[in-house]
Nanobody
Framework: QVQLVESGGGSVQAGDSLRLSCAASGRTFSGRTMGWFRQAPGKEREFVARINRNEDTHYTDSVKGRFTISRDNAKNTVYLQMNSLKPEDTAGYYC????????????????WGQGTQVTVSS
């Protein structure tokens, strides 16, 4: 019913920027809350950012002021603009969709993409 495909990851140096994209297929994209999560080796999956159907946004503290989440409903796509990247941002980044209006909880997101790797060297 819903498929999510991430792209835009890569290997960069500290201070560089990347823009991740998540293309969604299926119905009801515009009504869903969309989120970005990340997971580093040996770590739990971590909330990064989310945007709901009203375009309200929320970010984890470590990325505030550096990352921006946005959505283009006409293109069924959500983006994560990442500026001033740090080595600690290195992780697999995952796009997810939820029916919940304001959630940031991993367990509330019921559709997930395959992930795209972001590696930041110092």
């Amino acid at each position: 019913q819903v498929q999510l495909v991430e792209s835009g990851g890569g290997s960069v140096q500290a201070g560089d920027s990347l823009r991740l994209s998540c293309a969604a297929s299926g119905r009801t994209f515009s009504g869903r809350t969309m989120g970005w999560f990340r997971q580093a080796p040996g770590k739990e999956r971590e909330f990064v950012a989310r945007i709901n159907r009203n375009e309200d946004t929320h970010y984890t503290d470590s990325v505030k002021g550096r990352f921006t989440i946005s959505r283009d409903n006409a293109k069924n796509t959500v983006y994560l603009q990442m500026n001033s990247l740090k080595p600690e941002d290195t992780a697999g980044y995952y796009c997810a969709a939820s029916y919940s209006y304001s959630t940031v909880a991993v367990g509330s997101f019921n559709y997930w993409g395959q992930g795209t790797q972001v590696t930041v060297s110092s």
